[in-house]
């Protein structure tokens, strides 16, 4: 039995038995850690106090305590203990790392910086400070001030493809594309193998529409890793791009065989076999994908505007339907099924899904709301359609066509001098549009008042 096991147990005997058992400070350290890797953190803190007991000017068990505090974010207790710790040992790492940590979490990141530049004075290892600190910077998108300490630990180690993503993510946001591919440049002329550089530099040519160039970086990446299953991803979506939509069914399918089933690639395939044309592939992937994974608003949505095209409207309504269950809050979704819904004149449930839409939020396109206003109109809604109406005209104030429907429905209402208004607004724009004075007699019946 190890020595850690043996301490683990004389521990857990010592709980049950209540006696008191000795310790010393790294068998603590040692039970104490075992807990909080098995995310046992009462256990974890019963080692730890009873380790202070038997210890309690022990600096690694006092840093364990505030640690643990500081995961159940009790930050003022453990930030007391590392004040007292930074007293007696100035120049401990961990101290200046945990109250970085306690810093960043309450959203005082110059705080955690200041800190942290501070600890890079006298701390040899600096690769995890810069790290900190450029994700610090990061978080506050100020990008400009993370790249150099990106830069560093890059330097530190070439190998460090996190803080290369970052770094690339970086320059992006600043739109400083050639640095992106000056630095990828530089990895690959140290580590030409490098499939991350190859990857990086390939999404960063097809972003600039170099896709002959895109398409070669991602075959680099591939010699690099014949396994690498995102890059034959990003290569197969170039290729389709550029119209070669064999090639790219190819690498799709090949991404497929090197990992799990992926409902994304499955619509990726699914797309590809509906421009050839090939009617059976194309069903038989975008079903695989919405059934791999049932909650892919992209594939339910291609497949239900499929049917749409076809006319199959009872098909499409099934599947909008089917698509719900499992994406309620998606607005693509319920607009579209919102649509179907008033195509066959199921006016009840096409309103209750329009309202579903304005619950989520009511900052959505003059689109959504010129469909649900047909369909009040068609379902004869009328003070509903005056509510909705003026509900859209808050932020759609110039659309002629809400003025001439809030018009038609106060004139039904007998409300003629505000209806008179209303109609004059939109009457600046244009026309009375036919489908509205097919709904609204009451434009003909009052025409010479109107005008």
């Not at 310790?23 to 995310?39: G, K, L, P, V």
């Not at 990141?109 to 450029?134: H, Y």
């Amino acid at each position: 039995m190890s020595n850690l096991s043996s301490s683990i147990l004389r521990f857990e005997e010592m709980l049950k038995t209540n006696t008191v058992f000795y310790f010393d400070s790294t068998e603590f350290i040692s039970i104490s850690h075992h807990y909080i890797d098995q995310a046992n953190y009462s256990l974890a803190e019963k080692s730890i106090k009873m380790g202070l007991d038997q210890h309690p000017n022990n600096t690694d068990l006092m840093l364990l305590n505030s640690e643990l505090l500081i995961f159940n974010s009790k930050y003022e207790d453990a930030y007391e203990i590392l004040n007292y710790l930074e007293e007696v040992d100035p120049e401990n790492r961990e101290v200046y790392l945990q109250k970085a940590t306690i810093y960043s979490k309450n959203n005082h990141s110059d705080e955690a910086i200041a800190i942290l530049k501070r600890a890079l004075l006298f701390i040899d290892d600096k690769l995890e400070i810069w790290n900190m600190i450029a994700m610090e910077f990061l978080l506050n998108e100020d990008f400009n001030s993370a790249i150099p300490f990106f830069k560093k630990c890059l330097e530190y180690d070439n190998e460090d493809y996190q803080s290369l993503y970052n770094l690339i993510f970086c320059y992006e946001n600043l739109d400083m594309i050639e640095e992106s591919i000056s630095e990828l440049s530089s990895v690959l002329e140290k580590r030409p193998y490098s499939k991350i550089a190859w990857h990086q530099l390939g999404k960063i040519y097809n972003k600039q529409q170099k896709y002959k160039e895109s398409i070669s970086a991602f075959d680099f990446a591939i010699i690099s890793d014949d396994q690498f299953v995102s890059a034959y991803i990003e290569k197969a979506k170039v290729l389709e791009k550029v119209g070669r939509v064999n090639e790219a069914l190819d690498n799709f399918r090949l991404s497929i065989e090197l990992s799990e089933p992926n409902s994304y690639i499955y619509y990726r395939i699914a797309k590809c076999y509906k421009k050839l044309n090939n009617k059976k592939l194309f069903l038989n992937y975008i079903k695989k994908a919405v059934r791999e994974e049932p909650g892919n608003e992209k594939a339910w949505l291609f497949l239900i505007k499929y049917y749409l095209k076809k006319k199959n409207l009872r098909q499409s309504k099934y599947l909008c339907s089917k698509a719900l269950d499992n994406n309620h809050n998606s607005i693509k979704i319920l607009e579209i099924s919102s649509k179907i819904l008033h195509k066959t004149k199921c006016y009840e449930d096409a309103i209750k899904s329009y309202n579903q839409i304005l619950n989520f939020k009511e900052d959505i396109s003059w689109r959504v709301w010129k469909g649900f206003i047909k369909c009040l109109i068609d379902a004869k809604r009328w003070p509903e359609l005056l509510k909705i109406s003026l509900k859209a005209k808050k932020h759609f104030p110039n659309k002629a066509f809400i003025d001439f429907t809030i018009s038609g429905c106060l004139l039904k209402d007998g409300k003629l001098n505000e209806a008179i208004y209303f109609f004059q607004s939109g009457n600046k724009v244009c026309e009375v549009p036919n489908k509205l004075i097919e709904s609204f007699p009451e434009f003909t019946e009052n025409r010479t008042l109107l005008v």
